[in-house]
Structures are given as structure tokens and as C-alpha cells.
Nanobody, 120 residues
Framework: QVQLVESGGGLVQAGGSLRLSCAASRSIFSSAVMGWYRQAPGKQRELVARITSGGSTNYADSVKGRFTISRDNGKNTVYLQMNSLKPEDTAVYYC??????????????WGQGTPVTVSS
């Protein structure tokens, strides 16, 4: 069984904050690159942030300085702290777990998504 369960989405005003959580299956969490993606209506799904098993991170330019990704290996959970939210951050946010060896993808799992709406 592989399971990714997101939570923490909701409705906030511009300038507010939310923290998203993604609880992952024990069997894949320790070796996976964990990521947060988002998809707004009429747009393609895009990368928001990633974190490796060793703690290395990268972010989309649009969220640098505002969002922080982190992971708790003991809880098999990845977080996305979102501050200074803007209306353009409105989207469904998806948790992703991926493992690759060189050019081969071993797995690529997705959660069900949690909606975030930022009002102006």
C-alpha cells in the first residue's frame, strides 16, 4: 500500500498564512523526493517546492521567500508553510513522492489534493 494524504488547505485572505501537511507511507518516505505541486483552473500543474531525503530544497521562483518546505522523517510527513499568500496562489495543491535512479523513475505517487483559495 502506498498512500499520500494531504490536509491543511482552506480559504484565507491575501497576506495570510497556511500550513499544508502530507502524511506518506512508511515504505516510501525515507528514500523519496517529496514535493508540492499546484494546479489552478485552466493551467497546467506546476512545481511549487521539493525536498530530498537529505534535506536539500528547491522552490519555484514565484514562491521563494514566502513558502518553506520541510520534512519530519520520524512522522513520515512533509509540510509546506505558506506565508504572505497572494490571490495568484489559489490552486489545488498536490503532494508528490518520487524516486529516481539516474534516468529511471522507480515510482511517482500523488495525493488527492487539497484546495487553497486566497481572496483579495
Amino acid at each position: 500500500q502506498v498512500q499520500l494524504v494531504e490536509s491543511g488547505g482552506g480559504l484565507v485572505q491575501a497576506g495570510g498564512s497556511l500550513r499544508l501537511s502530507c502524511a506518506a507511507s512508511r515504505s516510501i518516505f525515507s528514500s523519496a523526493v517529496m514535493g508540492w505541486y499546484r494546479q489552478a483552473p485552466g493551467k497546467q500543474r506546476e512545481l511549487v517546492a521539493r525536498i530530498t531525503s537529505g534535506g536539500s530544497t528547491n522552490y519555484a521562483d514565484s514562491v521563494k521567500g514566502r513558502f518553506t518546505i520541510s520534512r519530519d522523517n520520524g512522522k513520515n510527513t512533509v509540510y509546506l508553510q505558506m506565508n504572505s499568500l497572494k490571490p495568484e496562489d489559489t490552486a489545488v495543491y498536490y503532494c508528490n513522492a518520487q524516486r529516481s535512479i539516474i534516468a529511471t523513475t522507480l515510482y511517482d505517487y500523488w495525493g488527492q489534493g487539497t484546495p487553497v483559495t486566497v481572496s483579495s
